[in-house]
């Protein structure tokens, strides 16, 4: 195996200070710089040794050999973030606490964890993913 796992999501939005916005206040990650016009980068956890979140404005690299056309080359996504058992309510309220609809929540037995989910305002599906305390 190659990969040594995520080094970063980028997400496309339509206005990166709104988006910005939410996924520092709403979700809690941690700015690594000042947000631009047209890029925000985030820790996704603990700052140096977490994958990295971004929010762009416009195209990506090499955007135009997608196989799909122009405005579906991306679509919307869904993804989680950890959040241990013991702050999975106090993150769902906080959520909630800044007008956010929040889903669930949800168990899966399968992976024997419990989940929220809620969107941001570009229609990403996001999640609190909380496996069972060992």
């Known amino acids: 195996?190659?990969?040594?796992?995520?080094?970063?999501?980028?997400?496309?939005v339509d206005d990166v200070t709104k988006?910005?916005?939410?996924y520092r206040d709403v979700v809690g990650?941690?700015?690594?710089s000042p947000a631009s016009e047209d890029w925000a980068w985030f820790w996704s956890g603990?700052?140096?040794a977490s994958p990295r979140v971004a929010l762009r404005r416009g195209k990506l690299l090499f955007e135009e050999h997608s196989p799909l056309p122009e405005g579906g080359r991306f679509g919307r996504l869904h993804y989680a973030f950890e959040v241990t058992r013991d702050r999975l309510e106090e993150a769902?309220?906080?959520?909630?606490?800044r007008g956010v609809t929040v889903y669930g929540p949800t168990?899966?037995?399968?992976?024997?964890?419990?989940?929220?989910?809620?969107?941001?305002?570009?229609?990403?599906?996001?999640?609190?993913?909380?496996?069972?305390?060992?």
Do not use: C
């Open 107 to 134: 168990y899966f037995e399968w992976m024997s964890a419990k989940s929220y989910y809620f969107y941001d305002p570009d229609g990403n599906l996001l999640e609190w993913w909380s496996p069972d305390p060992a």
């Open 46 to 48: 603990p700052p140096e």
């Open 92 to 97: 769902v309220a906080h959520v909630r606490e």
């Open 29 to 32: 990650l941690t700015p690594m």
């Open 19 to 22: 988006a910005a916005a939410f």
């Open 1 to 12: 195996m190659f990969s040594q796992g995520i080094a970063e999501i980028v997400l496309i």
